[in-house]
């Protein structure tokens, strides 16, 4: 059985997503908590953390059929 390429560009988004998220929590590191720059690259980690899952599940999706 061969898996539909549209899981792959799905999963590679998720990838990119994911690293982003990565990329900004790791930079809220940087700042003290809860100041307004530690803020803003939590918000950013959410952000692309959830775009990140969105594209999993539309990942598993083309899994499962």
Partial sequence: MAIPSD???N???FKFNLDK???WL??????KHE???WQI???????YHKIALKY?????????G
Avoid: G, P, T, V
């Fill in 41 to 47: 690259c939590r918000l950013k980690h959410k952000k």
């Fill in 26 to 31: 790791i930079n809220s590191w940087e700042f």
């Fill in 35 to 37: 100041n307004i720059d």
């Fill in 7 to 9: 899981f792959y560009i």
């Fill in 11 to 13: 999963f590679e988004r």
């Fill in 56 to 64: 999993l599940k539309r990942a598993n999706k083309y899994l499962n």
């Fill in 21 to 23: 998220s990565i990329d």
